[in-house]
């Protein structure tokens, strides 16, 4: 029963417009909760809730995941003047479409992307387009347009030359209206689910406070100063969404900074003490980056391992010593399949920072400090699930993916 549930889980978690490894992220978190083994939660951007509402709610017991909040009152503002009836329309041309996700008539450009990143901020502080983006009901009448939206197959028909900032707008206000419409739903759908969980977060938080815990405007904090150390952004601009994970061990305020669809920080800050959990960079900026050779990274493995260490140290202030030291990737034997490298540095009491180098921006993307024993033994059944669930669906290609952990020392 549990595996038919995760099945369908899985289902519902590949309509969201989401990269591939968010997807894996969301899935993993899914399967930890039903085996109520490790607990790890992700958030991410809701797309397609009528995929199946029974389901969703799994997912969103299982994860945890906060529906995109309009925290900026300028947007939502703009959110709530629109009609009920645009609303209405909205979700069920969703809910008609026989596709996953949105495609592209074209890819965008460097530049368009660069300039969709600034766009998505300013629209966050109040400029919007002046128009609304052309919606075609048929092929036929979307290719008499430049630029326009084909509602039946969800793709974006873009024009031969570059997106003027007003078309760029367009499409995100597009997409926070779509995204608009399906939270209202969610809302309505799942009142009570909703309901039950700020309660059970308020009583948790006081709990926390009259333990000595921090609040989560502290976490809020702590987790602001961390973007700016680590990464060197600002939150201006950025959607922020926090929450108590009482669940876990210990306890956490997840709090992530996003560029809807550009980019996603994410912060688990302890809810005792306001130490740093772990923290990680997803972009879909890299996803068509070609896949490095695992010949390659082994060549550059002690870089990279130096490189993770001198991150350890400049930018966290980790000075431990450890008893071991591993890298770990998984590839098809040629090139490694999400072009990421795992160091994990162990130490003498059992636990362990891991931190992920990428190919795509190579450089240092994420951080974990974990109970290295429990994480082994997730990652061994990580394994074993995901190549049961390949031979399961007929994918052979996956049945090919090795997952390798190599000793340094």
């Known amino acids: 029963m549990k595996e038919n549930n995760l099945k369908a889980a899985i289902e519902v978690i590949e309509q969201i417009n989401i990269t591939a490894e968010m997807q894996r992220e969301v899935i993993r978190g899914v399967k930890q909760q039903m085996s109520s083994k490790f607990r790890k939660r992700t958030d991410y951007r809701l797309r397609h809730l009528a995929a199946g509402a029974a389901i969703f709610a799994l997912v969103i017991c299982a994860v945890g995941v906060p529906v995109s909040a309009y925290v900026l009152s300028v947007v939502k503002e703009r959110m709530d003047q629109i009609p009920e009836a645009e609303v209405k329309d909205i979700v069920q041309t969703i809910d008609e479409q026989p596709v996953e996700a949105d495609s592209f008539s074209r890819e965008y450009t460097e530049t368009e992307r660069a300039r969709m990143k600034e766009l998505q901020m300013a629209y966050r502080n109040g400029t919007f387009p002046e128009g609304e983006l052309q919606q075609a009901e048929s092929e036929a009448e979307a290719v008499q347009y430049d630029f326009c939206f084909?509602?039946?197959i969800s793709r974006f028909y873009l024009p031969d030359r570059e997106l003027t900032d007003e078309e760029l707008l367009q499409i995100i206000d597009f997409n926070a209206k779509r995204d608009y419409g399906l939270q209202q739903r969610y809302e309505e759908e799942f009142a009570d689910e909703i309901k039950a969980r700020k309660e059970k977060e308020e009583a948790a938080k006081a709990k926390l406070r009259a333990q000595g815990g921090i609040s989560e405007d502290e976490a809020l904090e702590t987790a602001k100063a961390w973007l700016h150390?680590?990464?060197?952004?600002?939150?201006?601009?950025?959607e922020i969404n926090s929450y108590l994970d009482s669940d876990s061990e210990p306890a956490r305020y997840v709090i992530t900074f996003s560029i809807q669809s550009i980019e996603y920080y994410y912060?688990?800050?302890?809810?005792?003490?306001?130490?740093?959990?772990?923290?990680?960079?997803?972009t879909g900026k890299y996803d068509d980056v070609e896949r490095q050779p695992v010949s390659v990274a082994k060549d550059e493995i002690q870089d990279i391992y130096s490189e993770a260490e001198k991150f350890l140290q400049e930018k966290l202030g980790i000075f431990d010593e450890y008893q071991h030291a591993y890298y770990f990737y998984y590839g098809d034997g040629e090139k490694l399949e999400i072009n990421k490298i795992k160091m994990q540095f162990v130490?003498?009491?059992?636990f362990a920072y891991l931190v992920d180098y990428h190919y795509g921006p190579r450089q240092?993307?994420?951080?974990?400090?974990?109970?290295?024993?429990?994480?082994?033994?997730?990652?061994?059944n990580d394994e074993e699930w995901e190549k049961k669930m390949a031979e399961t669906n007929g994918r052979s290609d996956l049945l090919n993916i090795d997952w390798v952990t190599v000793q340094l020392y």
């Open 150 to 152: 084909l509602k039946s």
């Open 229 to 238: 150390s680590i990464y060197g952004v600002t939150e201006d601009g950025r």
């Open 267 to 282: 912060f688990n800050i302890d809810a005792a003490d306001g130490s740093l959990l772990s923290v990680h960079y997803s």
């Open 347 to 350: 130490k003498a009491d059992g």
């Open 364 to 380: 240092i993307v994420a951080f974990e400090m974990v109970n290295y024993a429990d994480y082994r033994e997730l990652q061994a």
